[in-house]
């Protein structure tokens, strides 16, 4: 399965994420091939992984087996009509897009009827800590599997028995690494404000935050367990974890993952 070529289209984030997961699970660095419009980040993924890099999209597509189309939504029309026009026999390789709010029905109707399959994964990728949410459209079982290995060091690969469950998995786990972000953030604001400084109280959240999760992934315990262990009757614990309930915290929890949901729908509306 390493002898198959993979061009990513976009040398972004979230490529890189995925990029770094490839390699480090021992995919060929010289079967990757990275295309950007613009030279910064292809040299920096040419450093680090030894990649082949390219700003020619063109040249990407055609030496590659699968296509990763890795670029914003909002570009993705104009990319594909672009490659489909240099390129018509692109349409018989595989694709893979990553992108949030783009149903499978408009890549037919930029590409044509092509093979592909929609992923979401997330940036903890590339930790090989990622999950990765995947849908697939007409793809034989070799694809299929291609496309598991391809991901499977990036973290966890979940496939989806229907596509608008991608929407769902771009809630969970998609964006999410942002949510857990920012209540870092807020936290360690608070750290530095009782005295520690930034590096040691961004270290002390974080560690802790490995801490809870690492024992969350090990243990037969539920989340409402594990917090009750820290929660001593009468103790600060207890003070903090009402004090959470108290401001809604469930409530503003579900409203922003429905709202990354809506955001999704209503993406798909647009193209
Ligand atoms: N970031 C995340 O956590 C996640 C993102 N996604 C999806 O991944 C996709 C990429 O997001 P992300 O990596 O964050 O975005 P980035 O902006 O980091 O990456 C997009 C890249 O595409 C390049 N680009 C834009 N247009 C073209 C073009 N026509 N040809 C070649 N390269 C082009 C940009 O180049 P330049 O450097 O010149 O701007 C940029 O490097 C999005 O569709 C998003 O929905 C999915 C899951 C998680
Ligand atoms: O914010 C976004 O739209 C993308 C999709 C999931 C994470 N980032």
């Not at 082949?52 to 914003?72: E, G, P, R, W």
């Not at 595989?94 to 890549?107: D, E, H, K, N, Q």
């Not at 469950?165 to 936290?187: C, L």
Request: aromatic share 8%.
């Amino acid at each position: 399965m390493n002898d198959n070529t993979v061009a990513f289209i976009g040398a972004g984030n979230m490529a890189r994420c995925i990029i770094a997961a490839m390699v480090n699970n021992g995919y060929p660095s010289n079967n990757i091939i990275a295309a950007n419009r613009s030279q910064p980040k292809l040299t920096a993924l040419a450093d680090d992984y030894a990649i082949q890099t390219t700003l020619d999209n063109i040249s990407a597509v055609q030496q590659a087996d699968i296509i990763v189309l890795a670029v914003k939504p909002q570009m993705m029309q104009q990319l594909c009509e672009t490659l489909i026009t240099a390129v018509p026999e692109i349409a018989d390789k595989l694709f893979v897009t990553i992108a949030a709010g783009i149903p499978v029905s408009r890549y037919k109707d930029w590409l044509g009827n092509v093979r592909i399959v929609r992923s979401m994964p997330n940036t903890p990728s590339l930790v090989s800590l990622g999950v990765t949410g995947l849908y697939a459209t007409d793809c034989s079982n070799y694809e299929k599997s291609f496309v598991d290995h391809m991901f499977s060091g990036t973290g966890l690969n979940v496939w989806l028995d229907a596509e608008a469950k991608i929407d769902h998995v771009i809630a969970v786990t998609g964006s999410s690494p942002a949510y857990f972000f920012f209540f870092m953030q807020a936290m360690q604001q608070v750290a530095e404000e009782l005295g520690f400084d930034a590096a040691e109280a961004k270290k002390m959240v974080a560690q802790t935050a490995l801490g809870a999760a690492t024992m969350a992934l090990d243990s037969e315990h539920s989340f409402a367990d594990l917090r009750a262990q820290v929660t001593s009757k009468g103790g600060t614990t207890h003070e903090a974890v009402t004090t959470f309930a108290n401001q809604g915290l469930e409530k503003m929890v579900s409203d922003a993952m429905y709202a990354a949901i809506n955001r999704a729908k209503e993406m798909a509306q647009s193209f």
